[in-house]
C-alpha cells in the first residue's frame, strides 16, 4: 500500500509526527501547562496574604471589630457611678439579691484609662451566680476583672448561714 503512494515517504513521516506532537499536547501537555500556571497564580496570592500592610480591608475590619468591644465597656467617667449602680441595683434586685455597698471612689482604683468599681452583693448561691452572669451580659457596666464568693465575718453581722458575699470588681475604660 505504501508502494503505491503519490507523495515521498519523508513527508508521511513529518504528518505522523505532526498528528503525534498535537495528541500528545492534547492529552497530557495542555494539562501539565495549565496546572503550572495555576501553581504560579496561587503560589502570588499566597505570598501576598501573608503581607498584612497590603491588606487593607483586613486591618479595617479587625479595628472596627476592637472599636465595637472596646466601646461594650466604655463608659462616660462623669455619670458612669450613678447610672451604672442603678443598673448593677435594678439586676441585683430582680434576683432577688442586696447590694451591700459601693465604697467610694479609690485613687488606688484610678488609672488614665481605667476606672475600677468594687461592689459587694449578698444573697444565696445560685441567685448570686444568675445576677453574676446578667452582670457580664449587662451594657455599659463595664467588663467584670474579678469576682469572690465568701461567707460574711462576725462584723457583717449577718446570722442567717445561707447568705454568702459576693464582691466583684468592675473595669471602665474611660472615654
Keep these: 500500500m505504501l508502494r503505491y503512494w503519490p507523495f515521498k515517504k519523508v513527508y508521511l513521516l ?21 496546572a503550572k500556571s495555576l501553581n504560579k497564580q ?24 476592637l472599636d465595637r468591644i472596646i466601646s461594650l465597656y466604655r463608659a462616660d467617667t462623669l455619670t458612669y457611678r450613678s447610672s451604672a449602680i442603678n443598673t448593677i441595683a435594678f439586676l441585683a ?11 467610694l ?3 488606688n482604683y484610678h488609672t488614665e484609662k481605667y476606672i475600677l468599681q468594687k461592689l459587694t452583693f449578698s ?15 449587662a451594657n455599659g457596666t463595664g467588663r467584670i476583672r474579678s469576682c469572690s464568693l465568701r461567707a460574711p465575718t462576725r462584723n457583717e453581722g449577718t446570722s442567717d448561714s445561707r447568705i454568702i458575699l459576693l464582691d466583684v470588681l468592675f473595669e471602665v475604660i474611660v472615654k
Design 105 to 107: 471612689q479609690d485613687k
Design 42 to 65: 496561587l503560589r502570588e496570592q499566597l505570598a501576598q496574604q501573608n503581607n498584612a500592610t497590603e491588606q487593607p480591608g483586613y486591618t479595617d475590619r479587625k479595628n472596627a471589630n
Design 93 to 103: 434586685e430582680k434576683n432577688n439579691v442586696k447590694f451591700v455597698s459601693a465604697p
Design 14 to 34: 513529518v504528518l505522523g509526527t505532526v498528528l503525534l506532537a498535537a495528541a500528545g499536547y492534547g492529552l497530557a501537555f495542555k494539562h501539565t501547562l495549565h
Design 123 to 137: 444573697g444565696d448561691y445560685f441567685s448570686l451566680l444568675k445576677l453574676l452572669n446578667q452582670l457580664q451580659q
